[in-house]
């Protein structure tokens, strides 16, 4: 009898879990009428909330009371500005108790509501010379600006383009820049500037004019027209000395072209020189938040769960007066906390999920996963004209925060990040990215659509074992354990679209790794349509310590030259044990080399593994910018096509040149034999040149015919109609 009443409690139990589970409770939002919220709301559908923080209101006083099951927030179509971040918590979920979710109620209009951090300026006038100006609210200070939905440039000099700096004293690199000679028009603006710098920033990529790998936007202190010195309020992150590419803003004396803005921070006003028209016909909006939705636990030991945003557009936040690659510990290299912050920011979190959403408009990224974000799903959104990166996930860095061993700071992992698409990213920040993944593994990045990125299309970063301190967490780093403080592994980027990224950076690629841990594959992924516009840089890029790789079934074409870049290498891969195997490497005419590999800064770089990949009109076959023994594990079964010539092999070998002649991109190209030779015929005995056979080129995907010798190497044909976003939603706004 006991028995069976224990049993029957259980069944008691459970049933009472499961209805609770689906138990829902919707609470109703509605934009229209007054702001502030009518006195016989309830949240019904007949007499919903006006506002926001009323609906959270109402939905938290539910979850305090004990509810359990789903709480669903519906909010209907309109515009909600938002006075401070919608905070989402475990006060929200009744302690766990809950499961929330916030999301759009469009269906009869069609239309998602609008979430906005900023605050439509009026009260504008004509000033002079076809600037009008209005004043701002009392306590905006923006640092970008929005009209019609449209980022609106700041005032700048130059209007567009890059100045390059002159030569800066020794020992003071860091300290400002040199202005070179500029046209007579830019002169004279520089020095009505000069004469008041309150307000000037400088845009610069530190580096000493050969690195462009990460742009700063810093306050000026002090400028100086005579000598066309500009002293930096504070240091800047890297050396600049000569050659480095800079532009100013921040001064009214820019405002010389139309489609810029600039703002007097002491008179508060806000000067906008148009295009056309006025601005009393456009939605000219200043942003007044640096993020919208805020999902924050009550600690890494305590992270909320079971919070889910949906269907919502979200736009309009700030940047910042200063801007710096990384923060003052130079082991970290990442974001300061004042710079940590996106439309959705995520931290102390597990099992949240932002499906479906419109993100844009931002001064810094689209999603900030923040140290401790678990098992986050990011599918279906649409991220566009963001500062930065459009989703980006940070760890912990190695040695940061309170951990008695690695395993347990390995807390930024297992997302999903699908179908989205994401365009037209770092247009505030030089580097910026489609997805970067700090710190940060165990992630599944499928079907998305990235293009128009100043850098890469995704990147994966962690710190690369030569510039590890000689301790971490207190524990001695060697070689044998440092892969242990490395997050960013057994990562999975798969059928993903990527096209015109690169478009303001160099010595980068459109999916790139730099100092992470291992087993990251990198499958099925289309890119495409992208360009070197300066200096060189590559396609897929495993650079510093990239250890552990395998890539296969990409495809990459149409990747081109441009202005004074070089596409050096389709594929470049340094670290060890990387896998690069049945890739398409197809119409990239410009390409220099195919597939490249270089021993650098004391990481290694040895027992790669090339194997089945097609290589059709896409430069030589390598580049080895310096050669090893020990360089290659396997190398067979290619097929090489280039109008029938010969395979060449470039770099510096341990042989004479002969009369092949100088490589583009690096060292000398040597006749194949001479590289077998110099191998001693351990690799590449069977593979071939000649015709893949295609059947229809890029319209069909590229797809071989019957005959094709590729099969024979045991190619595997590689299913194009799986690349890129699944979801065809053309219901959702336009980006």
């Not at 009518?38 to 506002?51: H, I, K, M, Q, S």
């Not at 060697?478 to 892969?483: E, L």
């Not at 010595?507 to 890119?527: A, C, K, P, Q, T």
């Not at 045991?714 to 194009?720: K, R, V």
Request: with cysteine; net charge negative.
């Amino acid at each position: 009898m006991d028995q069976q009443n224990a049993e029957r409690s259980a069944d008691e139990k459970r049933s009472a879990a499961i209805e609770a589970a689906e138990r829902t409770a919707r609470i109703f939002v509605a934009a229209e009428g007054p702001e502030g919220g009518d006195a016989g709301a309830d949240g019904t559908p007949e007499r919903p909330f006006r506002t926001i923080p009323d609906a959270q209101a109402a939905a938290r006083a539910l979850a305090a009371g004990g509810f359990e099951g789903r709480i669903v927030v519906e909010i209907r179509a309109g515009d909600y500005r938002l006075r401070e971040p919608l905070r989402l918590g475990s006060a929200d979920t009744g302690g766990g108790r809950c499961r929330v979710e916030y999301r759009g109620a469009d269906e009869e209009s069609g239309r998602m509501p609008a979430l906005t951090g900023g605050i439509a300026i009026e009260g504008w006038e004509p000033w002079r010379d076809g600037i009008w100006r209005a004043p701002v609210p009392e306590g905006v200070r923006p640092h970008t600006l929005y009209a019609d939905g449209m980022r609106v440039a700041q005032a700048r000099l130059p209007a567009a383009g890059y100045y390059h700096t002159g030569a800066s004293a020794s020992g003071g690199e860091r300290d400002g820049i040199v202005c070179a000679e500029l046209p007579a028009a830019d002169a004279r603006a520089f020095e009505a500037a000069a004469l008041d710098c309150s307000g000037m920033q400088a845009y610069v990529w530190p580096g000493e004019g050969e690195w462009n790998w990460f742009s700063e936007t810093i306050p000026v202190r002090e400028a100086d027209a005579r000598t066309g010195r500009i002293v930096f309020s504070r240091p800047a992150t890297w050396g600049i000395g000569s050659g480095s590419r800079y532009y100013l803003q921040g001064s009214l004396a820019f405002l010389r072209e139309p489609g810029q803005y600039h703002f007097d921070e002491r008179s508060g006003m806000l000067y906008y020189r148009l295009s056309s028209g006025t601005p009393h016909t456009q939605r000219v909006v200043a942003p007044a938040l640096l993020r919208l939705i805020e999902i924050v636990g009550d600690g890494a030991d305590r992270p909320v769960s079971g919070i889910s945003v949906r269907g919502l557009a979200l736009a309009c936040t700030d940047f910042y007066a200063d801007y710096r690659i990384v923060s003052d510990e130079e082991a970290a290299n990442t974001e300061p906390d004042v710079q940590r912050n996106g439309l959705v920011y995520v931290r102390d979190a597990d099992a949240v999920e932002i499906d479906g959403c419109v993100l844009r408009q931002s001064g810094s990224s689209g999603i900030f996963l923040d140290r401790c974000a678990l098992n986050v799903r990011l599918t279906g959104n649409r991220i566009s004209h963001v500062g930065h990166h459009g989703i980006y996930a940070v760890g912990y860095a190695p040695g940061e925060g309170d951990f008695k061993r690695p395993a347990d700071a390995d807390l930024n992992r297992g997302h999903l990040i699908s179908d989205n698409e994401i365009q037209y990213g770092g247009e505030l920040v030089g580097h910026g990215a489609g997805i970067q993944l700090y710190q940060c593994g165990g992630c599944d990045i499928a079907h998305n659509r990235i293009a128009h990125m100043p850098r890469y299309g995704i990147s994966m970063k962690g710190v690369r074992q030569g510039a590890m301190p000689p301790a971490l967490w207190g524990i001695p780093v060697t070689w044998d354990n440092h892969y242990d403080f490395l997050f960013a592994r057994d990562n999975l980027i798969r059928y993903n679209d990527i096209s015109d990224v690169m478009t303001d950076s160099q010595d980068g690629g459109m999916i790139e790794s730099w100092g992470v841990g291992l087993g990251n594959r990198v499958h099925g992924n289309r890119l495409h349509h992208s360009g070197i516009r300066f200096s060189f840089g590559f396609g897929i890029y495993l650079d510093d310590a990239s250890d552990g790789f395998t890539v296969t079934h990409n495809v990459l074409d149409h990747l081109y030259s441009a202005d004074t870049g070089k596409l050096w290498m389709a594929i470049f891969a340094k670290g060890i044990g990387n896998v690069i195997a049945n890739n398409l490497l197809v119409d990239n005419p410009d390409a220099v080399n195919a597939i490249g590999t270089q021993e650098m800064v004391g990481e290694a770089n040895r027992d790669l593994v090339i194997e089945r990949n097609i290589v059709s009109d896409s430069g030589r076959m390598y580049c080895f910018v310096n050669w090893s023994p020990e360089r290659l594990s396997r190398a067979d079964r290619n097929l090489y096509w280039k109008n029938g010539e010969r395979r060449m092999v470039s770099g510096e070998l341990p042989a004479p040149a002969e009369s092949a002649g100088a490589n583009p991109a690096w060292g000398y190209d040597y006749e194949w034999e001479t590289w077998l030779e110099t191998s001693e015929g351990r690799f590449e005995s069977n593979s071939v040149v000649s015709d893949p056979l295609f059947a229809e080129g890029e319209v069909d995907g590229y797809r071989l015919r019957p005959d094709s010798p590729a099969y024979a190497l045991g190619w595997e044909d590689i299913d194009w109609l799986l690349i890129g976003p699944r979801i065809k939603d053309t219901s959702r706004p336009a980006i």
